[in-house]
């Protein structure tokens, strides 16, 4: 819903129907589902409302929690709980109750060695097995997609130069090294993917 005192994000409510739409089948045999960079909830809250089997489970640094928080509440879903913090770089992760994670439009903001911390953490946030979708644009062997997301990578780098669209093979090699396979690559509206990985793990 639109709250005019909170955040809002247009993105999330251009993509969260395509999204929803594969989340249907990726997640049809999940029940915990943890949001890593829930940012505004928009994701959480529409995706809670619609996937009525899970509980979607939203997290956010502690700094952006509040807002986050207050759009849950206002949201009032029985299977979406308020958000808890989570900073990936720090040694506290919530406890591995979740089968499946969903994040979108992360890695991009996050630097290149914090991306590679996000995948090392998996094993730590899920139990197995376990599904895995992530959402955003990506590059393939090092080349852009599309003039768009050149001149969004630029924009990106212009703000930090640490940030930037993730070529998929790199992401995918850190996703198997954590013991999960790419089971399929989704073509997502506005030049964006969204990968779904099964964990290899019993």
Not at 26 to 33: G, I, P, Y
Not at 104 to 132: D, E, G, Y
Request: with cysteine; glycine share 4%; proline share 7%.
């Amino acid at each position: 819903m639109l709250y005019p005192d909170l955040p809002y994000s247009q993105a999330c409510e251009n993509n969260k129907a395509a999204i929803l739409a594969v989340l249907h089948q990726a997640f049809a045999a999940s029940s915990k589902v943890l949001e890593v960079g829930s940012g505004t909830g928009q994701h959480a809250e529409y995706f809670a409302s619609h996937l009525a089997h899970l509980t979607w489970q939203a997290s956010e640094q502690p700094q952006y929690l509040a807002p986050l928080a207050e759009r849950l509440r206002r949201a009032g879903l029985a299977n979406l709980p308020l958000p808890v913090a989570l900073d990936i770089c720090q040694d506290t992760v919530p406890k591995p109750a979740f089968d499946a994670l969903f994040s979108a439009n992360t890695l991009h903001i996050m630097p290149w060695n914090v991306v590679k911390q996000f995948f090392s953490r998996l094993n730590q946030l899920l139990c197995q097995p376990a599904t895995l979708c992530i959402y955003g644009p990506f590059n393939y062997n090092g080349n852009f997609t599309s003039d768009s997301n050149r001149l969004f990578d630029q924009s990106l780098k212009s703000r930090d130069p640490a940030m930037g669209i993730r070529d998929c093979a790199a992401v995918v090699a850190l996703a198997a090294a954590e013991g999960f396979t790419l089971q399929q690559d989704h073509s997502m509206p506005a030049n964006n993917r969204l990968l779904q990985f099964v964990s290899s793990k019993p």
